[in-house]
């Protein structure tokens, strides 16, 4: 992570040439949310909190996100109220291959769209071509080969997503993490000759495969969603390798939650200082009390991951 408030950009090493395409310039507008949380927000109020807590970017859902049916990008009207009240940067969520939802996101004046599988699918077969819109894109994926081919379809940014139940559970993100860095790892150690091969079996462009391989990371900023709820889990995240996190709107439902959400953020931006993380970590059982898994949600996940 960069220090002193300082962002390092993969010039050097950038998948395309700023002067020729304006991919890397996404790319840029992606980087400036390393080292920070993006927050899940259904209403202005949340969004106030966040802002004042330190996020460094919002994401807008419906305000009812446990109901029944199709869901879908949120109402315009909730987007625009939520861009007067607030000065950090707006994402919002379009449909898996909806790309009119994308032109119409775009259109409103959102600063990220995520392509995103938290909500219903509008295309089963096909993903958003990113490269037809000037907005960044952010992709989901669990592992290194689903990462690169969203990078390939102009995603400027990785989410590693973990459990979309919304039960407070980290462990699938844990293990989505790993094994993303586990790859890389692998990837790294490889001989040349070897990557042919390998960009096969991962189903990814050799090319992006190759960049992965001499950067020792992804060619984007990757960040983690999914059950991350304390101010440790945000820290495991980075620990493990990710730029920042995901916060999902349920760490609202708790008695402070402007602790909470300071909390988390404290722990993304000093997530190596064990003295931080202890502050930032005393005083939140009552807010825990609302996420804690009840032994018919652990039964539900467990069925669930089988």
Do not use: W
């Not at 819109?133 to 590693?160: D, K, N, Q, Y």
């Not at 096969?200 to 391989?213: E, F, H, S």
């Not at 820290?235 to 988390?264: H, T």
């Amino acid at each position: 992570m960069a220090e002193d408030g300082a962002v390092t950009l993969y010039n050097s090493i950038a998948i395309t040439d700023a002067k020729t395409s304006p991919f890397s310039l996404k790319a840029g507008l992606t980087q400036i949310l390393r080292g920070g949380a993006i927050v899940e927000v259904t209403n202005a109020e949340h969004a106030k909190i966040a802002e004042q807590a330190g996020a460094c970017c919002l994401i807008v859902s419906d305000s009812d996100p446990s109901q029944q049916g199709i869901s879908r990008m949120p109402d315009p009207s909730l987007i625009k109220e939520i861009k007067r009240v607030v000065s950090i940067p707006i994402m919002v969520r379009a449909r898996v291959g909806h790309f009119v939802e994308a032109q119409i996101l775009e259109a409103v004046g959102v600063d990220y769209i995520d392509e995103s599988e938290a909500i219903a699918l509008a295309d089963e077969d096909n993903f958003i071509n990113k490269h037809n819109f000037r907005c960044p894109f952010v992709c989901g994926c669990e592992s290194l080969g689903e990462a690169l081919s969203r990078v390939r379809e102009g995603a400027a940014m990785i989410r590693i997503q973990g459990d979309l139940s919304g039960s407070g559970n980290v462990a699938k993100t844990v293990k989505n993490v790993r094994a993303v860095m586990g790859q890389i790892r692998i990837l790294n150690n490889m001989d040349e000759d070897e990557v042919f091969a390998f960009s096969k079996t991962i189903r990814a462009p050799y090319d992006l495969v190759a960049q992965t391989k001499q950067m020792g990371r992804l060619p984007v900023v990757q960040f983690a969603a999914g059950g991350i709820v304390t101010p440790a889990d945000a820290a495991l995240m980075m620990q493990l390798g990710c730029d920042g996190v995901f916060l999902e709107s349920e760490i609202f439902n708790c008695s402070d939650p402007y602790k909470r959400v300071r909390g988390i953020i404290q722990a993304v931006r000093h997530y190596n200082d064990p003295h931080v993380l202890v502050e930032t970590s005393s005083g939140l059982e009552d807010s825990n009390a609302n996420l804690n898994l009840s032994e018919d949600r652990i039964e539900q996940f467990a069925h669930e991951s089988a």
